[in-house]
């Protein structure tokens, strides 16, 4: 089943990318393992994944360290709490996506002095203004660069979001437009210890929509490894 599906996305990114003028090989395609076993992971490494990524560190903790297949990266992909950084730091995330907070970034920057390491993040950003979901207002997401910069061991590579959980695709387009524009506004501005490289956008539901708007990390999970298992 999981050959299949990523034959099938695949090919729809290939599509896009034709369509849109997009080099394929700028595309990452991150597999997110939430709640799927080792087993699946193990498949999908062996179906062509090489990126994937976590949500809980606790479940990353458990099946990160024990993947036999080799791949080339590891993210974490979800909300990161003060308590939970010594943990996340031990399985050695290429990238961590979720920094919303200047208290986890302060954190996280002085586990890192400790450890004499650096640390590649993503800022995220609530485009869809729901308070369900984490993230900086985008009207607050410059200045909250601009402070997060000054943390050495902290290297900003770019930009995250959660799209809309909705039927409109006008909408969801939105969020990924308007995180798109921020990310170039962020870019132009050349603030010290700031990369903008990546733009973290789309789901399984929306990824579609996000390479249209200029992501070159896609999240998918689902649509790869089929319903969620819950234990």
Do not use: W
């Amino acid at each position: 089943m999981i050959s299949e599906n990523l034959k099938k996305i695949n090919l729809k990114i290939k599509e896009i990318c034709k369509k849109n003028n997009i080099s394929q090989n700028d595309i990452m395609l991150l597999a997110v393992t939430k709640t799927h076993p080792l087993e699946k992971i193990e498949e999908a490494l062996e179906n062509g994944i090489s990126y994937i990524a976590e949500n809980k560190v606790q479940d990353a903790g458990n099946k990160i360290p024990f993947i036999k297949n080799s791949y080339k990266e590891f993210h974490f992909i979800g909300h990161l709490q003060s308590n939970k950084i010594n943990k996340l730091l031990k399985i050695n995330p290429t990238l961590i996506h979720s920094i919303d907070k200047i208290s986890t970034a302060k954190k996280l920057n002085e586990q890192l002095q400790s450890l004499g390491r650096i640390q590649n993040i993503l800022i995220q950003v609530n485009t869809s203004g729901e308070e369900s979901k984490s993230g900086i207002n985008p009207k607050n997401t410059i200045e909250f660069v601009k402070s997060i910069s000054k943390f050495e061991n902290l290297k900003i590579k770019g930009l995250m979001t959660i799209g809309m959980f909705t039927d409109d695709k006008k909408i969801i387009r939105n969020c990924f437009k308007d995180l798109r524009l921020l990310f170039n506004e962020i870019k132009d501005m050349e603030i010290n210890n700031v990369d903008m490289k990546y733009l973290s956008m789309g789901m399984s539901n929306d990824f579609e929509i996000a390479l249209e708007e200029g992501a070159n990390i896609i999240r998918l999970g689902s649509i790869i490894f089929g319903a969620r298992e819950y234990f």
